[in-house]
């Protein structure tokens, strides 16, 4: 049975769930989190669906084996729309929380507006995702923005080189006056917010979903009981024995 003083696993394919770390110490600074980023086989955007169904299950049987664990944060849009179906079947005893898209609360906030999704490859093309179009693609315009090598350059501490300048410029530059919210739809991308504002200009109001994520694992571990009034503290582990994946990750959290 899972224990109050058991963590709470954040799981990413790299640093970007960190951004959803951040928003759970905020809700919850005593709890106890280990975080897991699978750097070495980032990113998985461009991976096919079964790679990262695989990926995902085989980095949480990792965990599970190495901590005692109450609950998973799946903080990673792209493992959450291909393996969170298989994860909550085969661990049905943790609290399980996915991430996804913003669209309902982009949808909410700016009905009938001109809403962009900038994703990965995978996240866009999975069902999840598709039903999310369909439930909200009647009342708004709604643009899909594939983002190829973003996440490799926030994964390599690129976060506010020139090179990520021209890449956005590249990516959004078509949308610039087009939109009025963009979702961000990978937990890597809220890292590079200010050059995505910069880019776009403030007329565009940018979303994600750490904290709407952060909110739904307080209510599952508070209608649990599982909450930790004790002593907080945050573990990081890497699959990539390089220790700058590491040292990125705790630059993040602490930045």
């Not at 005593?30 to 990926?55: C, F, H, M, Q």
């Not at 393996?83 to 949808?107: H, N, Q, T, V, Y």
């Not at 909110?215 to 508070?222: G, K, P």
């Amino acid at each position: 049975m899972p224990r109050k003083d058991d963590y709470i696993a954040v799981l990413d394919s790299g640093v970007g769930g960190i951004s959803v770390l951040r928003q759970l110490r905020k809700l919850m600074p005593n709890e106890k989190y280990i975080y897991y980023g699978d750097s070495a086989n980032a990113p998985y955007g461009n991976r096919s669906t079964e790679e990262v169904r695989d990926l995902t299950m085989a980095a949480v049987e990792k965990i599970l084996a190495e901590y005692p664990v109450k609950a998973l944060v799946v903080a990673c849009n792209t493992a959450t729309s291909a393996a969170i179906k298989l994860l909550r079947e085969r661990f049905s005893d943790l609290i399980i929380i996915g991430i996804e898209p913003a669209l309902k609360l982009a949808a909410d906030h700016f009905p009938g507006g001109r809403l962009g999704v900038m994703a990965t490859n995978v996240t866009l093309r999975e069902e999840k995702f598709e039903r999310l179009m369909h439930r909200f693609g009647t009342e708004c315009t709604i643009s899909k923005i594939p983002a190829p090598g973003l996440v490799e350059l926030i994964e390599a501490g690129k976060t506010d080189s020139e090179e990520m300048d021209r890449l956005l410029q590249k990516l959004l530059g078509p949308y610039v006056g087009r939109l009025d919210a963009l979702v961000l739809g990978c937990t890597h991308y809220p890292f590079v917010s200010r050059r995505i504002a910069r880019v776009l200009g403030q007329d565009t109001v940018l979303l994600h979903g750490g904290k709407g994520t952060a909110r739904e694992t307080l209510r599952r571990l508070e209608k649990a009981g599982l909450l930790h009034e004790g002593q907080g503290q945050v573990l990081i582990r890497s699959s990539d024995p390089n220790p700058a994946a590491t040292e990125l990750a705790w630059k993040l959290l602490n930045g």
